[in-house]
């Protein structure tokens, strides 16, 4: 059977990286953002205990059960197929202590396909490319995780979170989770465990009680921009799930006698209005001359009580987010992979965009740092042109990009969306995250759509066994 290894240094104790591996939302962090899995269930890594996954997309995803073994407590674990796509499947986590500060992170894969052994000639062909990039990807989460986990460590704290079914929500759970922090979602409907808590800006219906048990608030929820058509209805839930939303939370940790120390409410560099090349920072007074900037705006306003109310107040700015599963790059990456991608516009309007990663560093950067209140950009240090966006992933997909699409024919297609998604510039610098000290991890563009695409210039190589 082919066996493949796939080794990684690390600056951190080997207890510390079975810790991270052994914590809810580990698997989530690991599963690469352009594969089609779902976590159906999940017991444990503890001998016996089951992962349920689902792969593929519905209704013919297949399912996928592993079960785990030979696990050594702060050492490894592994797990085996029992039902799935290959043949046989075996896979051992193993970490191994270098020094009191640094690990090697090893994964052992045996496997055969389908058909074995007349298909196991095919195996480099068929399955290693992919296994390559997908380790790759894990160890590069890995190693971003622990490291942001480091310098800034969850000392037991509490973070309530809303929106956590969307892109940036599902990823910031997962990404607490493995980092200590004991995290409460925010669910509209009556909480059913320890570890939701009911609210619903439809009904005004919050259980403050339940916040008052947190440390911190990071607000993340609101109607989806991307997903159709900008109807005078889908404007109206746009703004009202974000300023009603908003204003229900903040009045709720302004009645309590003992709130939590900051309260993180998402907002966007929309808030700035288009600015052609002009730079703009925290400093620059936004502007509601669109909807997207009277929505901002209203959207910061209803932070209002709880800034009121002595609680250490964020609007988080934030830019583009580059992810491979969701927003701007889930619609622009098939295009040039297929070799339809064009540049919107002249091309020449500004991006202000922030690998996926690097927004959930900033978010917890943001609620450690006690000096960092008010407005906040969350975008990658230099922004750059639409041209420039394209071209790299052309360059990533070895895809021509020299076509540019008519305004007139994206206002055809998209209507009001379009000026705000495509052709409008705001050319945001994070001034305030860098006077801070925080650190990217993805701040060069063509780092970042790699990572986030698993389109790496030097592929993980593993070690054939």
């Not at 490319?129 to 704290?157: C, G, M, W």
């Not at 922090?181 to 808590?197: C, M, Q």
């Not at 609101?222 to 939303?245: H, L, M, P, Q, Y």
């Not at 639409?386 to 699409?405: K, N, Q």
Request: proline content about 7%.
């Amino acid at each position: 059977m082919p066996t493949l290894r796939f080794p990684s240094v690390l600056d951190v104790s080997a207890q510390a990286l079975y810790d991270w591996h052994a914590r809810p939302g580990a698997f989530e962090r690991l599963t690469p953002p352009w594969a089609p899995v779902q976590l159906a269930a999940f017991e444990g890594i503890q001998d016996g205990e089951r992962a349920v996954i689902r792969l593929g997309y519905e209704p013919l995803a297949l399912t996928w059960i592993a079960e785990h073994h030979s696990h050594i407590a702060g050492r490894q674990f592994c797990d085996r197929q029992v039902q799935g796509p290959f043949k046989e499947w075996s896979h051992t986590h193993r970490f191994e202590p270098i020094s009191n500060t640094r690990s090697r992170l090893i994964d052992d894969i045996t496997y055969d396909l389908p058909l074995a052994p007349l298909s196991t000639a095919l195996a480099p062909y068929l399955a290693e490319p992919e296994l390559r990039r997908q380790f790759a990807y894990r160890h590069r989460i890995t190693r971003h995780d622990l490291d942001v986990h480091n310098r800034y460590p969850a000392s037991n704290k509490t973070v309530a979170v809303s929106g956590s079914s969307g892109l940036v929500g599902r990823a910031l759970v997962a990404f607490l989770r493995t980092g200590g922090y004991t995290v409460r979602r925010l669910v509209r409907r009556p909480a059913t465990r320890p570890d939701e808590i009911t609210w619903n800006p439809s009904t005004s219906q919050v259980d403050a009680e339940a916040l008052a048990s947190v440390d911190a608030v990071v607000h993340l929820a609101g109607e989806n921009v991307f997903a159709a058509r900008w109807t005078d209805a889908k404007k109206a839930r746009i703004f009202d799930s974000r300023a009603r939303g908003t204003r229900l939370l903040a009045d709720a940790l302004a009645s309590l006698d003992n709130p939590p120390d900051v309260f993180i409410s998402a907002s966007a560099v929309g808030a700035y209005g288009d600015r052609g090349d002009a730079p703009v920072t925290e400093d620059d007074t936004p502007r509601t001359t669109d909807f997207l900037g009277e929505v901002c705006a209203a959207w910061e306003r209803a932070t209002a009580p709880a800034e009121s109310a002595g609680i250490r107040t964020v609007q988080l700015r934030i830019g583009v987010v580059l992810a491979a599963n969701g927003g701007a790059l889930q619609v622009l990456s098939p295009l040039v992979q297929a070799g339809l991608g064009g540049t919107p516009g002249r091309g020449t309007a500004f991006v202000p965009w922030i690998a996926l990663d690097d927004l959930l560093g900033s978010i917890v950067h943001t609620l450690h740092d006690n000096t960092l209140a008010g407005p906040v950009n969350a975008t990658a240090p230099e922004p750059v042109r639409m041209r420039t966006l394209v071209d790299t992933l052309g360059t990533i997909f070895s895809r021509p990009t020299p076509w540019r699409i008519p305004e007139v024919l994206i206002r055809t297609v998209s209507g009001e969306a379009a000026d705000a998604m495509a052709l409008k510039s705001i050319r945001a610098r994070p001034a305030r995250l860098t006077e801070h000290g925080f650190t990217w991890t993805f701040g060069e563009l063509s780092a970042a759509l790699r990572h986030a695409l698993g389109r790496t210039l030097r592929p993980h190589q593993p070690q054939r066994m």
